[in-house]
């Protein structure tokens, strides 16, 4: 009887188990396989290189150069998308004329798609006739070109990325909010903590697995979402505006060095694994749970 | 009573056969992208049904295959996944790349007949450039393109300059230009002299101004580059100086899209764009406009563009022979013809240029003939092996340069050494 049950799970699981082999981990050991062989092409076969492809990448200015993007980019992203998502939850937590309507402005991006999104930015940033521009023209600033200079490049996909992205932590901030009990509050106000206090105190560390959940999605965001790069600048002006994945797209479908480009999702899977394991281990640590 | 229904059923069955499958029949998958606005979709629908009904026997299904850089993408992944189309349109520049991963077949072996061999030979020789290797064909042109010189004339009049007469050389557009910038009060510039697009493949506007120089940027075999050679580099400073040293263009990456409403709200007296966009230009533009060729330095000159016809390995023969026919169908006069009105692209054929129904066209709307004109002066877009990874070196030096982030010479001498590394090993 007991067999039997056994036998029952694994059938149970399997078909989900079939795909996640199929589309998860079978993909991922043949890139990492992929990553050791030269690129077929044509009548030429793949054949075995070793660790060529990786001499190559540690000697790729390019790839230092998205990586280092990549770097700026998640430092700038998540700490700021987290924080504006706190603030706004807090802020449509309380009750105020016209509430629903904040909730709802607030979460919009996170309903259109990225495309969608950085189609409407690539409105707001065209120089001269753009909203920005025509906005700075009444206070007598001159047109600026902020996707078309190496500098405010980078910075201009991370304002869209936060746009983006701090609507949908949002809700998960609200949902966390009202789930904690008021009368942990009421008790710190008789005791006459000030609101500075008890956020502090009693709100921030109550909504720490939630902070956990949110962050661990904004790292993977960071590194996993590029639609907006292919609207914008297309990684210009000159790679200052292309990420790890959007290099990895150019590599492998564009230029078809599709070897090259396994090596490059080598690194990436690697990052991730890293970030995910130090998140869940040290940052965990520090979650209460109730 | 058994006997008689499987006689039925296999009656139904053969009928069913039959009517999905007319004698002989051929089905033809062709994929074309779309790279300018208006209607070039419906256009190609249209033709390609037209050719149905006089040729029953032919069905063609054409597939919208998005940018050319999908299409690029989306042939290559179904060749390699033993799906390819029978035909696509693509880049002309893509003919390399198609050639070293063994997926495209040469016109040649399906061309027999005399008539067949005038039909290619006449085609512009400036759009065969990108066409053939090696003496083979393995690509006929279809919505080829080439940049030119778009100007307002209303601009031209306010700064006090002749509004019939565009600048013919570097130096001339440089004064003009300074002529047409504007600046209001506060110092902001509300009017540019002249706008060189920069972004995503600025390589190509570039490559006209290095054949204005006298340079070249590769060789025909496609197997060395010469971006550090001294036309190139001087070409590079003059785009450079346009917008740091002359100030007559916005400083920065222009972008590619918003170049026509650039244009049409007044903020660029003058835009160097593809001929694809003369349509478009044509119905939203507020004000008087003229086409004119891209002004010369040393000489005239401009890079073709645009994509091909490629025939695809992997289907029968009976195939190929109907989409070598169809392609033979699509790119005579009368058809080209409809093509380029619609659009804007260049009929690559003169004899398209001799119809009645162009020779109208062209009686009504002068600015189309520019294109054609400017064609003697044209030479073969960058191509290369591994073209897109080596005009991507170019397009991020020029970019890097652009910027002001590395001096011009510096950036191009990298460049070439980058080029170098992948081309190796090709020669």
């Known amino acids: 009887m007991k067999r039997r049950e056994w036998v029952w799970g694994w059938a149970l699981i399997l078909p989900a188990l079939?795909?996640?082999?199929?589309?998860?981990?079978?993909?991922?050991?043949?890139?990492?396989?992929?990553?050791?062989?030269?690129?077929?092409?044509?009548?030429?076969?793949?054949?075995?290189?070793?660790?060529?492809?990786?001499?190559?990448?540690?000697?790729?200015?390019?790839?230092?150069?998205?990586?280092?993007?990549?770097?700026?980019?998640?430092?700038?992203?998540?700490?700021?998308?987290?924080?504006?998502?706190?603030?706004?939850?807090?802020?449509?937590?309380?009750?105020?004329?016209?509430?629903?309507?904040?909730?709802?402005?607030?979460?919009?991006?996170?309903?259109?798609?990225?495309?969608?999104?950085?189609?409407?930015?690539?409105?707001?940033?065209?120089?001269?006739?753009?909203?920005?521009?025509?906005?700075?023209?009444?206070?007598?600033?001159?047109?600026?070109?902020?996707?078309?200079?190496?500098?405010?490049?980078?910075?201009?996909?991370?304002?869209?990325?936060?746009?983006?992205?701090?609507?949908?932590?949002?809700?998960?901030?609200?949902?966390?909010?009202?789930?904690?009990?008021?009368?942990?509050?009421?008790?710190?106000?008789?005791?006459?903590?000030?609101?500075?206090?008890?956020?502090?105190?009693?709100?921030?560390?109550?909504?720490?697995?939630?902070?956990?959940?949110?962050?661990?999605?904004?790292?993977?965001?960071?590194?996993?979402?590029v639609d907006h790069i292919f609207i914008l600048t297309g990684g210009g002006p000159d790679n200052a505006s292309s990420l790890l994945l959007f290099y990895i797209y150019e590599t492998s479908f564009r230029y078809w060095d599709t070897s090259f480009g396994a090596t490059l999702t080598v690194v990436l899977l690697g990052l991730l694994c890293l970030l995910a394991i130090g998140q869940f281990f040290l940052f965990d640590r520090k979650v209460h749970y109730k | 009573m058994l006997d008689k229904f499987f006689k039925g059923a296999a009656t139904a069955a053969a009928f069913s056969l039959a009517t999905a499958l007319p004698a002989g029949a051929v089905d033809l998958q062709f994929y074309f992208p779309v790279a300018v606005g208006g209607g070039a979709a419906n256009t190609i629908e249209a033709l390609s049904n037209a050719y149905m009904e006089a040729n029953p026997d032919v069905k063609i299904d054409p597939v919208y295959s998005g940018s050319y850089q999908d299409t690029i993408t989306k042939v290559i992944t179904a060749a390699r996944g033993g799906n390819a189309p029978q035909l696509a349109v693509a880049l002309s520049v893509d003919m390399f790349t198609l050639l070293d991963d063994d997926l495209i077949l040469p016109f040649d072996d399906f061309l027999e007949t005399d008539a067949d061999m005038a039909w290619v030979n006449g085609f512009y020789p400036a759009f065969m450039e990108n066409s053939q290797v090696d003496g083979k064909t393995y690509g006929i042109p279809f919505q080829r393109s080439t940049p030119v010189l778009y100007w307002n004339k209303e601009a031209f009049k306010e700064a006090g300059l002749d509004p019939e007469t565009p600048p013919a050389t570097w130096d001339e557009m440089v004064e003009m230009g300074k002529a047409l910038t504007k600046t209001d009060a506060s110092g902001n510039t509300t009017q540019w002299g002249v706008r060189i697009p920069t972004s995503g493949f600025p390589y190509w506007l570039f490559q006209g101004l290095v054949i204005e120089n006298g340079g070249t940027l590769a060789n025909a075999e496609g197997t060395e580059t010469y971006f550090d050679s001294a036309p190139v580099i001087e070409a590079a400073q003059y785009l450079v100086d346009l917008s740091t040293k002359h100030k007559v263009m916005e400083p920065?990456?222009?972008?590619?899209?918003?170049?026509?409403?650039?244009?049409?709200?007044?903020?660029?007296?003058?835009?160097?764009?593809?001929?694809?966009?003369?349509?478009?230009?044509?119905?939203?533009?507020?004000?008087?406009?003229?086409?004119?060729?891209?002004?010369?330095?040393?000489?005239?000159?401009?890079?073709?563009?645009?994509?091909?016809?490629?025939?695809?390995?992997?289907?029968?023969?009976?195939?190929?022979?109907?989409?070598?026919?169809?392609?033979?169908?699509?790119?005579?006069?009368?058809?080209?013809?409809?093509?380029?009105?619609?659009?804007?692209?260049?009929?690559?054929?003169?004899?398209?240029?001799?119809?009645?129904?162009?020779?109208?066209?062209?009686?009504?709307?002068?600015?189309?003939?520019?294109?054609?004109?400017?064609?003697?002066?044209?030479?073969?877009?960058?191509?290369?092996?591994?073209?897109?990874?080596?005009?991507?070196?170019?397009?991020?030096?020029?970019?890097?340069?652009?910027?002001?982030?590395?001096?011009?010479?510096?950036?191009?001498?990298?460049?070439?050494?980058?080029?170098?590394?992948?081309?190796?090993?090709?020669?």
């Open chain 2, 252 to 427: 920065g990456i222009l972008d590619w899209g918003a170049t026509p409403k650039d244009f049409f709200e007044g903020r660029s007296a003058m835009v160097w764009t593809t001929t694809g966009n003369l349509t478009n230009m044509r119905n939203n533009a507020p004000f008087d406009f003229g086409v004119a060729m891209l002004p010369a330095n040393m000489q005239r000159g401009a890079p073709t563009g645009g994509g091909n016809f490629y025939l695809f390995k992997g289907t029968s023969d009976e195939q190929l022979a109907a989409a070598v026919d169809f392609i033979k169908w699509i790119t005579a006069p009368e058809q080209a013809a409809k093509w380029t009105m619609a659009t804007g692209y260049v009929a690559p054929r003169p004899a398209t240029w001799e119809t009645q129904t162009m020779k109208d066209y062209a009686a009504g709307f002068p600015q189309v003939l520019t294109a054609r004109d400017q064609l003697e002066h044209a030479k073969a877009e960058l191509s290369t092996h591994e073209n897109q990874r080596v005009t991507q070196i170019l397009n991020d030096a020029l970019a890097a340069a652009i910027t002001g982030q590395k001096p011009v010479e510096t950036a191009l001498k990298e460049a070439q050494a980058k080029a170098d590394a992948v081309l190796k090993a090709y020669r």
């Open chain 1, 18 to 225: 079939t795909f996640i082999f199929l589309f998860t981990h079978f993909p991922a050991v043949m890139t990492v396989i992929n990553s050791f062989w030269s690129t077929p092409r044509g009548r030429r076969p793949a054949r075995f290189v070793g660790l060529e492809n990786y001499e190559r990448l540690i000697n790729d200015p390019t790839f230092w150069k998205v990586l280092t993007n990549n770097l700026w980019y998640a430092l700038g992203t998540i700490p700021l998308s987290i924080g504006l998502a706190l603030l706004m939850a807090v802020f449509v937590n309380r009750p105020f004329r016209g509430r629903a309507l904040a909730r709802m402005s607030f979460f919009t991006p996170t309903v259109l798609p990225l495309i969608a999104v950085a189609n409407i930015w690539l409105f707001f940033y065209t120089p001269g006739f753009g909203l920005i521009d025509q906005i700075l023209g009444v206070f007598g600033v001159g047109a600026t070109n902020l996707l078309g200079q190496g500098g405010t490049a980078l910075p201009a996909i991370m304002a869209v990325a936060i746009w983006k992205e701090a609507g949908f932590f949002m809700i998960f901030y609200l949902a966390a909010l009202q789930a904690i009990p008021p009368q942990l509050s009421e008790a710190a106000r008789i005791e006459g903590a000030g609101r500075w206090t008890i956020f502090r105190r009693i709100t921030f560390p109550l909504l720490m697995p939630t902070t956990l959940f949110v962050s661990i999605n904004a790292v993977i965001n960071a590194f996993r979402l």
